[in-house]
């Protein structure tokens, strides 16, 4: 295929659409439902898990596995809606790359440009601020263990963490990851593995916790924590990037998504309820913001020192895949503002402002990084801001929009439904979450050890 020619038609209708050089370069599709797969699961199965007891701590044991259980249908039926709507497009000759293509498309170009388009990019970039910071938390707490009085500052770590993202960035394309991502899925598995069998071991030693289910607070705080719980447990299934995962398969794409979905799935239920469930069981409402951090009381741990190491050097491994795979969306953006498609990828008048703005992008995410220590909150902001309506909300729109279903059938009415409730819940969630910043601004400050 030429350079500037859009990728071939599955009927051979409409004639190709010239592409820029963010899907020409970025977005090749040249992979199989098992890369599919890879990336899927990279972008969902993230050290964001780790925070699913504390979740559960929120909700108790029946909210809390019915929510975890009803997101993990949701998103399995709302991330298929998308594929579906996709691969129509496609047999049509008019293939998607982007979310913002699709919303372009389906519900007008505003859409794309003023509504889909910033939300993806905040929620994408927010991820790499947080997995940045998050590879330092993971960095120092390796540090600590082999020096506990040692004196290096949290920034110094995310520095470190944000150096390797810069070599890791010049990666070309979302294609060129799938062998990192493959490593990814075997990383996650292996963390949320130790992590569960870390919660059992303590459960069940003579140091184990007073094991206590309730659910503190009073009627206020017991209401924003549930939906603080929601907000957590939303994210952590969250993605944003299915189109351009999907852009990443090489025609015709028929099913093919589908297949991926299953892979990614199996690794999700097995982590996600595997970790939430132990910890939970084990630390009961004493379970905090990752389960990780039970793990330590008075800085000592309670299980062998080789675990904690072992279980922060996969963290922090994956959490740079978790990373890169976010980092496309904006790696894709500034290929297509500053490289030349109808040039080859690799000739100098396209190496230097790929190396030169993805480095930027990098250095920013780093810098801020580093001054917000607690963006954690923040996420849980951009999280409800961005993971609702992305995964939650639009795909149930775009799929009656484009197939336009019968008003008397059980699927537009179940589409309907499903988008109302979770704009209630999104728009709930937003405001927990900025009372939860509010609440804790007095204990905020830049570049602090955390």
Not at 158 to 170: A, D, E
Request: charged share 10%; hydrophobic share 50%.
């Amino acid at each position: 295929m030429e350079a500037g020619l859009s990728h071939p038609m599955e009927d051979g209708t409409n004639p190709p659409k010239p592409l820029d050089a963010g899907a020409l370069f970025v977005l090749k599709s040249r992979g199989s439902w098992w890369h599919c797969g890879y990336h899927l699961t990279t972008s969902i199965v993230a050290p964001a898990l780790l925070s699913l007891p504390f979740a559960l701590s929120l909700l108790g044991w029946v909210a809390g596995v019915f929510c975890l259980t009803m997101a993990a249908l949701v998103t399995f039926y709302s991330y298929n809606l998308l594929s579906v709507v996709l691969e129509h497009h496609a047999h049509l000759g008019q293939r998607q790359l982007r979310f913002r293509d699709m919303a372009r498309d389906i519900l007008g170009p505003g859409w794309g440009r003023y509504f889909v388009g910033p939300i993806q990019f905040g929620l994408c970039f927010g991820a790499v601020i947080a997995c940045i910071l998050l590879g330092g938390q993971s960095l120092k707490f390796i540090y600590l263990l082999s020096r506990p009085n040692g004196t290096m500052q949290l920034y110094q770590f995310v520095i470190i963490s944000g150096v390797l993202m810069l070599v890791l960035v010049q990666i070309p394309s979302f294609h060129s990851l799938r062998h990192i991502n493959l490593v990814s899925l075997v990383l996650c598995l292996s963390y949320s593995a130790s992590a569960t069998a870390g919660s059992i071991y303590i459960g069940h030693s003579k140091t184990a916790p007073v094991k206590n289910y309730s659910v503190h607070g009073s009627g206020e705080h017991r209401l924003f924590g549930a939906l603080n719980a929601i907000s957590i447990i939303a994210t952590t299934y969250g993605n944003g990037i299915i189109p351009e995962i999907q852009a990443t398969i090489a025609p015709p794409v028929k099913g093919k998504m589908f297949k991926g979905l299953c892979v990614c799935y199996a690794v999700v239920l097995t982590t996600f309820f595997s970790v939430a469930i132990s910890g939970y069981w084990a630390f009961g409402n004493q379970a905090k913001g990752t389960v990780v951090a039970n793990f330590m009381v008075d800085e000592k741990p309670l299980l062998p020192s080789w675990v904690l190491l072992m279980i922060n050097v996969f963290t922090f491994l994956q959490v740079s895949a978790v990373s890169l795979v976010y980092l496309q969306p904006t790696n894709e953006v500034l290929e297509q503002k500053f490289a030349d498609p109808k040039i080859d990828q690799f000739s100098v008048r396209n190496i230097v402002p790929r190396l030169a703005f993805r480095s930027l992008s990098v250095v920013i995410a780093t810098t801020l990084a580093a001054m917000f220590p607690f963006f954690g909150d923040i996420n849980a902001v951009i999280g409800a801001f961005g993971c609702i309506p992305l995964d939650f909300i639009l795909p149930m729109i775009f799929y009656n929009v484009t197939f336009k279903p019968s008003k008397q059938s059980l699927i537009f009415w179940g589409n309907t439904l499903l988008a109302i409730i979770f704009s209630i819940l999104g728009a709930l969630g937003a405001i927990s979450s900025i009372r939860q910043i509010i609440l804790d601004a007095n204990t905020y400050s830049f570049f602090a050890n955390i």
